[in-house]
Nanobody
Framework: QVQLVESGGGLVQAGGSLRLSCAAS????????MGWFRQAPGKEREFVAA????????DYADFVKGRFTISRDNAKNTMYLQMNSLKPEDTAVYYC????????????????????WGQGTQVTVSS
């Protein structure tokens, strides 16, 4: 059973930065692509960023391009999301997730293709 635990959320002023972490249990972290998603109150969970199993490929939602950076350290079983130039509309619960496909080198946007999820970490950006 895989466990994903997010951390690093909090309250920040507009224009500020936060770094989210996602720590994974088990020995298979490097075998899977990973992703970050977010869900604001009353809205659907949406794709934010994804990274391939070795980090060679990344993908971002248009609304975070140039502001957020996804990365991973397979030796530490940890994925990161560096968030800069935060805006009030970035306020949401942020979730990390593991894609269901083993050994793929691709990145994926579709949330229904992710099979393990963390509990989420709240990010609040004040104006």
């Amino acid at each position: 059973q895989v466990q994903l635990v997010e951390s690093g959320g909090g309250l920040v002023q507009a224009g500020g930065s936060l770094r989210l972490s996602c720590a994974a249990s088990g020995r298979t972290f490097s075998n899977y692509a990973m992703g970050w998603f977010r869900q604001a109150p009353g809205k659907e969970r949406e794709f934010v960023a994804a990274i391939s199993r070795y980090g060679g490929s990344t993908d971002y939602a248009d609304f975070v391009k140039g502001r957020f950076t996804i990365s991973r350290d397979n030796a530490k079983n940890t994925m990161y999301l560096q968030m800069n130039s935060l805006k009030p509309e970035d306020t949401a619960v942020y979730y990390c997730a593991r894609h269901l496909t083993l050994y793929s080198v691709r990145v994926y946007r579709e949330k229904d293709e992710y099979d393990y999820w963390g509990q989420g970490t709240q990010v609040t950006v004040s104006s």
